[in-house]
């Protein structure tokens, strides 16, 4: 089974901020959402634990699981360029999703993101079949991964910020 969950809420969730790159830490809400999925998942014994090596990721990872960590690039958000730290608006969102198309500003390219987040989830669907998987990670990264395991839905909307809130968890077979 995979675990996948978003990491915990950080100020500039709140504020609705582009994240991406920037090293940002958990806030107290996202510090509790972190010991709650602790708490859920106390009873699973992973086999293998994968984690952005961001900061707000690693420290909702570190509250998590105690075990070795393996902290993979793969799973870092995307690059936001020109737009990291600027207010999410329905406008500025528009011109993110154009800029990444290619790449624009800074960003990084939507297929290059693709591209990396895929590779991870092929090398989790073929090397962890059957195995109990903890993968800490970003908005972005985690609407990848659920389309990978899931598909893409026929309702699908570029346009929407996430898949799941802040600390959530979403569950994979891989078998």
């Keep these: 089974m995979v675990y996948l969950v978003r990491q915990g809420q950080t100020d500039w969730n709140l504020l609705k901020k582009f994240n991406g790159c920037t090293d940002i830490e958990l806030n107290q809400t996202g510090i509790e959402q972190a010991h709650l999925q602790a708490e859920n998942l106390k009873s699973v014994s992973f086999d293998a634990c994968f984690c952005s090596p961001q900061k707000r ?9 105690k075990g070795q960590i393996v902290f993979d690039d793969r799973l870092i958000e995307i690059n936001c360029g020109e737009f990291e730290g600027t207010v999410e608006t329905a406008d500025s969102m528009k011109f993110f999703w154009q800029a990444i198309k290619n ?3 800074g960003t990084e390219s939507f297929i290059e993101f693709m591209k990396r987040s895929c590779d991870f989830c092929d090398m989790i669907a073929e090397d962890y079949i059957g195995k109990n998987v903890l993968i800490v990670t970003h908005a972005a990264n985690i609407r990848v991964i659920d389309y990978y395991f899931n598909g893409k839905p026929k309702d699908y909307d570029l346009y ?4 799941i809130k802040n600390g959530e968890l979403l569950t994979y077979k891989n078998s």
């Design 57 to 65: 990721a690693r420290q909702t990872c570190e509250i998590i699981y």
């Design 160 to 163: 929407k910020p996430t898949i």
């Design 103 to 105: 790449g624009d500003k």
